[in-house]
Structure formats: C-alpha cells, structure tokens
C-alpha cells in the first residue's frame, strides 16, 4: 500500500512540474545572467542605439488631409469638399481618404496632383502646405495614415486584425492591444511575416531578450502578420495531464474498492 501510495505521488507531482510554465519563459525584456539584482535603482542601466524608423508613404496608401487656413469659408474650397461623407454628416474614414496612386501621388481639389510617396508623414505635410499655400492664406496641414493594418494570431488573448493611426508602432505595444499575451505563449519565437513588394519575408523575434529593441521587426509596418505559437508545455496540460490524471483517478479509485472488497 505504501508503495502505491509513493508512486502515486511521484507522479502527481512530475504531472504539475511539467505542466507549469517558469517565469523565465513569461517574462518580456530579461536580463542576462541575474543582472537585475546588481542593477541600482532610479537610474539607466542599459542603452540601445536602435536605427530609427520612419515611415515612408507608399503606393496604395489611404491618407486623410486636413487643410485650414485664414482663407474665408466661402472661398476655401477645402472647406466645401467633403468626400466619403454620408448623408448623416457622419464620414467613414477610408472613404474620405485620398488613396495615393501607383504613381505616388493624390489628386487635391483644384491643386491637382500632388506627389508624396516616399516621404514621412511630416515631410509630407510640409510639402502639401507648400502647395497649398499659392491657394490658401497662411494654410496648415494635417495628414493622417489611415490604412496601417495588423494581425495578431495564435496565443494572444484578442486575434484578430487591428487598425493604428500611429506609424511608429512597435511589437509590445500591438500585443499590449492584443490583451497579452496566453501563459502558455512561446515569447522567444515570435514570428512576423512581412510583404516587401513582390516578396513575403518570414522572420522571428525573441520577446524574452531586451535586444529586440534593436531587431529591424520590433517596429510593424502596414499588413505585418504576427503570429505566436504555444509551447510544448501547452499540449501537455491539455492532452497528456489530463489523461495522466484521469488515469491517476481511475487507479485510485480502483484500488480503495480493492481494498475494501
């Protein structure tokens, strides 16, 4: 009796060990070799030099301008243009973007065709006010990216595809959007696929180390897929303990009629 007894409880207890995810896999940004205990407090304990990314407009984009100026409203012709608006008032926002064209430019009431393709989103302002500017009094300009899209899949908490007007949004902060990510997610490979022209690139990224900071995939870009995969220690809990369970069950229960009959 006493040695079922052990056995029983060897392997209830190999069971919950494997079936437990440790921190070290958990935890986003780590630090080598138990840094952190040495590190001060209140003060910066690392450095990066991350190239800085800037997004470039590019052919196919849907960007909304906004244009004001001192010009009076009934000769401002911005003012009067409206389009994609409803017959509500209300507007949908693709609908009344301007989609820049295989040519890179957008086609502006009376300004005409305007070219902005290749550059930021600041110089793409600064360019359209210069253009502007021979029409409007004293014009600012707001341009918006309205089409960057994204897609989380896999061991977050919300797949599924998400809409940012921010061109400069990094991985952690889409899986912050996401809900996180499950505990059972393989943060150290996480793969990104990514459409440059012609071609699909295929990369991973490991969220567990800090230099991911430095990957050229820590920033997304429009119609990036990121896809998290689960760990081992995910099929075992929902297939392999659960039977080591249910038989441990049936045992057990065999063995207390065996010793009662």
Same mark, same amino acid.
């Given at each position: ?92 926002? =693709? *609908?009344?973007?301007? &989609? @820049? ?7 502006? #009431?009376?300004?005409?065709? $305007? ?91 490991? =969220? *567990?180390?800090?230099? &991911? @900071? ?7 870009? #429009?119609?990036?897929?990121? $896809? ?34």
């Amino acid at each position: 009796m006493l040695t079922r007894i052990v056995v029983f409880v060897l392997l209830l207890g190999g069971m919950l060990f494997s079936a437990c995810v440790p921190v070290r896999k958990q935890t986003y940004l780590q630090e080598r070799r138990n840094e952190l205990q040495h590190y001060p407090k209140d003060t910066v304990v690392k450095k990066f030099t991350a190239e800085e990314y800037i997004y470039k407009l590019q052919p196919g984009d849907v960007v909304s301008v906004r244009i004001t100026s001192l010009t009076p409203e009934e000769w401002d012709f911005f003012q009067k243009s409206n389009p994609g608006a409803s017959q509500n008032g209300q507007q949908d926002p =693709l *609908l009344s973007g301007y &989609v @820049i064209s295989e040519e890179g430019a957008i086609q502006l #009431p009376v300004v005409g065709s $305007v070219a902005i393709a290749g550059l930021s989103i600041i110089e793409a302002n600064q360019h359209l006010q210069q253009q502007v500017a021979q029409y409007l009094k004293n014009p600012t300009v707001h341009i918006k990216l309205l089409n960057f899209n994204y897609t989380l899949l896999g061991e977050v908490n919300t797949q599924g595809t998400f809409t940012t007007y921010d061109p400069r949004l990094n991985i952690l902060q889409a899986v912050g959007r996401a809900g996180g990510l499950s505990e059972f997610a393989d943060r150290a490979n996480v793969k990104v696929v990514r459409k440059i022209g012609e071609e699909v690139e295929i990369a991973f990224v490991n =969220l *567990l180390d800090d230099d &991911v @900071i430095t990957s050229p995939y820590f920033y997304l870009r #429009p119609d990036d897929v990121v $896809v998290v995969r689960p760990l081992k220690a995910k099929t075992f809990n929902n297939f392999t303990a659960r039977n080591i369970s249910l038989g441990l069950s049936v045992i057990s229960i065999l063995s207390i009629l065996y010793l009662r009959f």
